[in-house]
C-alpha cells in the first residue's frame, strides 16, 4: 500500500518537472516575441528620420520678412542697403552642421522687392531691388516633386514704405539638407 | 479526471494570455509604424509642416493694409467711421487677401468687420471641418476689423 503511494507520488512529481519544463519554453517564446516586438518598434519609429525642412525654410523665410518689413512699414533703409549687408543685417548665416560634406551650399534665400501694379495678375510691377544668398543651384529644384528634392517656400505679401508707396514682396527659401531629412 | 480538468483550465488560461500579449504588441506595432490611422490617434507626422496658425506674411498684409493711406486717411481710420468697407479699402482688401494670397490659402479668406456681411467678401461661411486663424484689430469699444483665414 505505501509502496503504491510512493509510486504515484513519483510519478505526479515527474509530471509537475515536464510541465515546468513546457512552461519555461512557453515563457521564453513569449519574451523572446515581446522583445522582437518591442525593437522592431523603436527601429520603426526612430530609424525614419523627420523631415522638418519646410518648416526650416518657412523660418528661413518669416526670418527674411522680419529684416524686410517691420510694423507694416519696410524698412527705411532697405533701397540703400547692398547683398551683403543686407544678410549681416539680418544677422543670417548659411552654417551648417558638419556633416557628409556640406558646406555653404545647403541654403538659397532670395528676396524680392517690386511696385503693386493692380493691372497685372501677380500684382508684381517693375523689380526694385533684389537680395540673394546661398546656393543657387538648388532653385532649379523647386518645380520637382519627391521627397530627395530640396524644400522650397516661396511667400509673398504686401508693404508699403513711409512715404505710403505700395509694394509686394516676395520671398523664396530654400533648404536642402536630403541626407539628414530623408532615409 | 479531477487532473485532466485542472490541466485544461491552466491551458486555456495561458491561450488566453498569449492572445492578449500578442493582439497588444500588434496594436503597438500598429500605432508605432505610424499608417494613417495611427497618425490621426497619436499625431505623428514623419513629413512635419509649419503650422499656419500665425502666418507671417498675412500678418504682415494685414499690418501694412490698415496703415496704407488713401486721400491722407489711412484704411485703420476710415474703417472706423461709417460706411466702414468703402471702395477703397474694400478692393484693396479684396486684391491683398483674396487675390494675393489665394495661392497659399484655398480654402477661404475673409475680411470684415465684427462678422458682418459686406459687398466684397460676401458674409462669411466657413468651409466645414477646417481650421482657420483670425487676425483682428480694435477700432472702437465696441468694434474690431477681422480678417479670417481657413487654412486647413
Not at chain 1, 23 to 31: D, N, T
Not at chain 1, 80 to 91: H, K, P
Not at chain 2, 92 to 100: D, G, M, R, S
Request: charged content about 25%; hydrophobic content about 40%.
Amino acid at each position: 500500500m505505501i509502496n503504491n503511494k510512493k509510486t504515484i507520488f513519483c510519478r505526479l512529481l515527474k509530471n509537475s518537472k515536464g510541465t515546468d519544463k513546457i512552461l519555461s519554453i512557453y515563457w521564453l517564446a513569449i519574451l523572446f516575441i515581446v522583445a522582437a516586438g518591442i525593437v522592431y518598434m523603436v527601429v520603426v519609429f526612430y530609424g525614419e528620420p523627420y523631415d522638418v525642412r519646410e518648416i526650416e525654410a518657412t523660418l528661413l523665410a518669416n526670418k527674411i520678412s522680419d529684416c524686410v518689413s517691420d510694423g507694416g512699414y519696410l524698412k527705411s533703409n532697405i533701397f540703400s542697403l547692398d547683398n551683403a549687408y543686407f544678410f549681416r543685417e539680418c544677422s543670417i548665416n548659411f552654417e551648417v552642421e558638419d556633416f557628409k560634406g556640406w558646406n555653404l551650399d545647403q541654403f538659397y534665400v532670395e528676396t524680392e522687392i517690386y511696385d503693386f501694379d493692380d493691372t497685372k495678375n501677380n500684382f508684381q510691377g517693375d523689380l526694385l531691388k533684389k537680395f540673394s544668398q546661398g546656393n543657387v543651384a538648388l532653385k532649379d529644384f523647386c518645380s520637382e516633386k519627391g521627397k530627395n528634392f530640396p524644400k522650397c517656400v516661396n511667400r509673398k505679401f504686401y508693404a508699403i514704405d513711409e512715404s505710403n508707396n505700395q509694394h509686394i514682396i516676395g520671398v523664396l527659401s530654400i533648404v536642402r539638407k536630403t541626407e539628414k531629412n530623408v532615409r | 479526471m479531477l487532473d485532466k480538468k485542472a490541466q485544461i483550465g491552466e491551458t486555456i488560461t495561458w491561450v488566453v494570455a498569449t492572445l492578449i500579449i500578442v493582439v497588444v504588441l500588434l496594436i503597438s506595432i500598429f500605432i508605432a509604424s505610424g499608417s494613417d490611422t495611427a497618425k490621426k490617434i497619436i499625431g505623428i507626422e514623419k513629413n512635419a509642416q509649419y503650422s499656419r496658425e500665425s502666418d507671417r506674411a498675412v500678418g504682415k498684409s494685414f499690418f501694412s493694409y490698415l496703415l496704407t493711406k488713401e486721400s491722407g486717411e489711412s484704411v485703420y481710420s476710415s474703417l472706423q467711421k461709417p460706411p466702414e468697407i468703402n471702395n477703397f479699402n474694400g478692393n484693396l482688401a479684396v486684391k491683398i487677401f483674396k487675390e494675393l494670397h489665394k495661392e497659399d490659402y484655398l480654402k477661404q479668406i475673409w475680411f470684415g468687420i465684427n462678422l458682418k456681411p459686406n459687398d466684397f467678401f460676401n458674409s462669411y461661411a466657413p468651409p466645414t471641418h477646417t481650421r482657420f486663424f483670425i487676425k483682428k484689430i480694435k477700432l472702437n469699444s465696441k468694434d474690431e476689423a477681422m480678417l479670417m483665414v481657413a487654412y486647413d
